[in-house]
Nanobody, 124 residues
Framework: QVQLVESGGGLVQAGDSLRLSCAAS?????????MGWFRQAPGKEREFVVG????????NVADSVKGRFTASRDNAKNTVYLEMHRLKAEDTAVYYC????????????????WGQGTQVTVSS
C-alpha cells in the first residue's frame, strides 16, 4: 500500500505564496511513481493542477495556475511539493496529492493513490 500525507495548507491573503508538501510512504511506493496535485473548490469538481514524473519534470500544468505554481519532488525524501505564488481567491480549495505507477493515469480521477487533502484559503 501507499500512503500520502499533504501538509502546508492554511489561510493566506491574495498575492501571498504558500508551499504544500506531500510525503509518500508504504512498502509498494516507488520513486518512479508519477505524482500529481489536484484541487477541489466548494461546489466544483476535482481539478487536475499539475503532474510530476520521477525525474522532477512537470507536465500538464493547468492553464489557471501556469506561471504561478511549480511542482517539484525530492525522491530522497519521497516528497513532492507545490509552490504557489501570487495566490488568488479562486485558488481557494482543498488540495490533494495523488500517486500512480502510470504517468498517463496521474491526471485522472483513476489515479491509484490519494492523500486526504489540505485546505488552502485565499482571502481577497
Amino acid at each position: 500500500q501507499v500512503q500520502l500525507v499533504e501538509s502546508g495548507g492554511g489561510l493566506v491573503q491574495a498575492g501571498d505564496s504558500l508551499r504544500l508538501s506531500c510525503a509518500a510512504s508504504g512498502r509498494t511506493f516507488s520513486t518512479t511513481y508519477a505524482m500529481g496535485w489536484f484541487r477541489q473548490a466548494p461546489g466544483k469538481e476535482r481539478e487536475f493542477v499539475v503532474g510530476v514524473i520521477w525525474t522532477g519534470m512537470m507536465f500538464n500544468v493547468a492553464d489557471s495556475v501556469k506561471g504561478r505554481f511549480t511542482a517539484s519532488r525530492d525522491n530522497a525524501k519521497n516528497t513532492v511539493y507545490l509552490e504557489m505564488h501570487r495566490l488568488k481567491a479562486e485558488d481557494t480549495a482543498v488540495y490533494y496529492c495523488a500517486a500512480d505507477p502510470d504517468a498517463a493515469r496521474i491526471h485522472s480521477p483513476q489515479a491509484a493513490y490519494w492523500g486526504q487533502g489540505t485546505q488552502v484559503t485565499v482571502s481577497s
